[in-house]
């Protein structure tokens, strides 16, 4: 759909569910424009159909505008990726879509979630602050150059 049509729709909120191997090629393409080293199809298609990996997408109108997947192991997960479509991003989109997937960890009775920020992704770091996450560690020399990695924690009750 063009960006014009799209403007002249009435906004629709997205509907949030559990990704599947069959949206790898979506979810790679979304991955792909949101960090240099993109995942590709198969790798995230291995992701997807791994038992220990819980994935969520976010879609409008059919089209997965946003995903977020974890890897469980025992009663922790690690958050591995996060991102919201480039032409959707600022519009508030990642919390709720962020809070259904740690109510799907916790129900699946995760009590700690860990992931890495950029400390200069303030977007992301915003994110994580409004859903209760805190700073454990850091991680110099990041991301190819002098970036520091933020080690952040999610307790989950
Ligand atoms: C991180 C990401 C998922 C956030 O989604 P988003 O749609 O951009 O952000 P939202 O509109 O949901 O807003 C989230 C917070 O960031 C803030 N924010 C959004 N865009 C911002 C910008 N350009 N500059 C500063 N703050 C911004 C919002 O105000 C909000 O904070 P608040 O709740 O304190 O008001 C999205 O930017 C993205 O996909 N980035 C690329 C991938 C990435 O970096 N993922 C995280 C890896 S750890």
């Known amino acids: 759909m063009s960006g014009i049509v799209s403007r002249l729709l009435p906004n629709v909120p997205p509907v949030f569910s559990a990704a599947r191997p069959s949206d790898a090629a979506p979810i790679a393409a979304l991955h792909a424009a949101s960090f240099q080293r993109g995942w590709d199809e198969d790798e995230v298609r291995r992701l997807l159909a791994d038992s220990a990996v819980t994935a969520h997408r976010a879609m409008i109108r059919r089209r997965i505008i946003g995903f ?90």
């Open 68 to 157: 977020v997947i974890s890897r469980i192991a025992a009663d922790e997960a690690e958050i591995l990726s996060v991102a919201i479509a480039p032409a959707r991003r600022g519009h508030g989109l990642s919390w709720p879509m962020l809070e259904f997937h740690l109510r799907s960890l916790a129900g699946r009775g995760t009590h700690a979630v860990f992931l890495e920020v950029d400390e200069r992704n303030t977007p992301a770091r915003r994110l994580y602050s409004r859903g209760g996450f805190y700073e454990v560690g850091r991680r110099h020399s990041y991301y190819g150059g002098n970036a520091t990695a933020l080690v952040l924690r999610r307790d989950l009750v």
